[in-house]
């Protein structure tokens, strides 16, 4: 069986998919399959690279410029090579495409899409699931019909703000109390999130997302701790144990969690068994509010009180050996390279129960 191994893409996570699909390209079973990594530029070219046996030399070999042969650089210096194709072209018998892109057109329903017409199996979340999760409006929305807690939002769109400024702050400002987390609602790792304490604040906040999407959520600011929770399967929901981010400031942006990697992870979370059953348990609820199906992360916030509110769904969270994710597994009892065979394993389950049908 072949896997395709597809990373890259348009989004501002585009290096992050480059790490993530490193690591996870590391612990393929190469015993039992043949592995194709296709490269998608930040200008959203497909590379197809050259056919793996084995893992590649370091990350940055995955990184492909355009050229008539495929070749991956073996040293630091070199260049990797790629050989241009089109996206349908990864259609192929035993096949399962392994789509490891984070953020807009990789993690929000739209190349799930595509996999759909070409009738592939792949991992992680479907269509409706990838779109909703990606959506922080959208899944807001969901979570209330579970009734799931969150903390208060304001949810606008970009012509909004254009035509009534004022009216945006009137209502955010009516609303919710200082300080506030503006968000784009189609990112993920902090891209394009800011933290606002006054009202100039909040215009340079807004202006920042809005770089990045139309919608924007305007979040309650609360003094509370970030624990995560890791979900696995298809209808047959499985929970990991529930990690913390452990804070030394107050906020955490995207240079914070990828540039300078000042980020603690506490596996498992100091928290009593009676929290972390109830986030485990509105993790799986969460889960199956956006019909998900392979793997998520849901992100929690935990006051001093124990109230829990769920912030947010990752449906493609980020996957190198140092990610929460996969860590919480390997402490569930899962190492990384069975995380990946699971997954694989996921979704040939569900494109062979689709087929069944």
Same mark, same amino acid.
């Given at each position: 069986?072949?896997?395709?191994?597809?990373?890259?893409?348009k989004?501002?996570?585009h290096?992050?998919s480059?790490l993530?699909?490193?690591?996870i390209?590391?612990?393929?079973?190469?015993?039992y399959?043949?592995?194709q990594?296709?490269?998608?530029?930040k200008e959203g070219t497909?590379?197809?690279?050259?056919?793996l046996t084995?893992p590649?030399?370091?990350?940055?070999?995955?990184?492909?410029e355009?050229a008539?042969?495929a070749?991956f650089?073996t040293k630091?210096?070199?260049q990797?090579t790629?050989?241009m194709?089109?996206?349908?072209?990864i259609?192929?018998?035993d096949?399962?495409?392994?789509p490891?892109?984070?953020?807009?057109n990789?993690?929000?329903?739209?190349?799930?899409g595509?996999?759909?017409i070409l009738?592939m199996?792949?991992?992680?979340?479907?269509?409706?699931a990838s779109a909703a999760g990606?959506d922080?409006i959208?899944?807001?929305?969901?979570?209330q019909q579970?009734?799931?807690?969150?903390?208060?939002?304001?949810?606008?769109?970009?012509?909004e703000w254009?035509?009534?400024?004022e009216?945006?702050?009137?209502?955010?400002?009516?609303?919710?109390?200082?300080p506030?987390?503006?968000?784009?609602?189609?990112m993920?790792?902090?891209?394009g999130i800011?933290k606002a304490?006054?009202?100039?604040?909040l215009?340079?906040?807004?202006e920042?997302?809005l770089?990045?999407d139309?919608?924007?959520?305007?979040e309650?600011?609360?003094d509370a701790?970030?624990?995560?929770? &890791?979900v696995?399967?298809? @209808?047959?929901?499985? *929970?990991?144990?529930v990690g913390?981010v452990?804070? /030394? =400031?107050?906020?955490?942006?995207y240079?914070?969690?990828?540039?300078?990697?000042?980020?603690?992870l506490q596996?498992p979370?100091e928290?009593?068994?009676e929290v972390?059953?109830k986030?485990?348990?509105?993790?799986?609820t969460a889960f199956?509010a956006?019909d998900?199906? &392979?793997l998520?992360?849901? @992100?929690?916030?935990? *006051?001093?009180?124990?109230?829990i509110y769920?912030? /947010? =769904?990752?449906t493609?969270?980020g996957?190198?050996e140092f990610?929460?994710?996969?860590?919480?597994?390997?402490?569930?009892?899962i190492?990384y390279?069975n995380?990946?065979?699971?997954?694989?394993?996921l979704?040939l389950?569900?494109?062979?129960?689709?087929?069944?049908r």
């Open positions: 069986m072949k896997i395709v191994v597809v990373y890259g893409g989004s501002a996570e290096d992050i480059i993530t699909a490193f690591s390209i590391k612990e393929i079973y190469f015993e399959y043949d592995v990594p296709v490269f998608i530029t497909w590379l197809k690279g050259e056919p084995g590649v030399a370091f990350a940055d070999a995955l990184k492909l355009e008539p042969e070749h650089a630091e210096g070199e990797s790629g050989v194709i089109n996206p349908c072209s259609k192929d018998e096949t399962v495409v392994f490891i892109l984070h953020g807009p990789g993690e929000d329903g739209t190349i799930q595509m996999f759909e009738d199996p792949y991992v992680g979340c479907g269509v409706l990606m922080k959208a899944s807001k929305q969901l979570f579970v009734g799931l807690p969150q903390v208060p939002y304001v949810p606008f769109i970009k012509t254009n035509e009534d400024p009216a945006i702050y009137n209502r955010i400002e009516g609303t919710l109390l200082y506030v987390f503006v968000k784009p609602a189609n993920g790792s902090s891209v800011s304490d006054n009202r100039d604040e215009m340079a906040a807004i920042e997302a770089k990045y139309r919608r924007i959520v305007v309650q600011g609360i701790r970030e624990i995560e929770c &890791g696995l399967g298809n @209808d047959d929901v499985n *929970t990991s144990v913390e452990v804070k /030394e =400031v107050g906020f955490y942006d240079n914070e969690k990828y540039v300078n990697n000042t980020v603690t596996i979370a928290i009593p068994e972390s059953h986030v485990r348990e509105y993790a799986a199956k956006i998900g199906a &392979g998520t992360r849901c @992100d929690f916030f935990l *006051t001093e009180s124990n109230e769920i912030n /947010e =769904v990752n493609m969270p996957f190198t990610s929460m994710y996969p860590l919480l597994w390997a402490e569930t009892g190492n390279k995380l990946v065979e699971e997954l694989i394993q979704a389950k569900r494109y062979n129960e689709k087929h069944e």
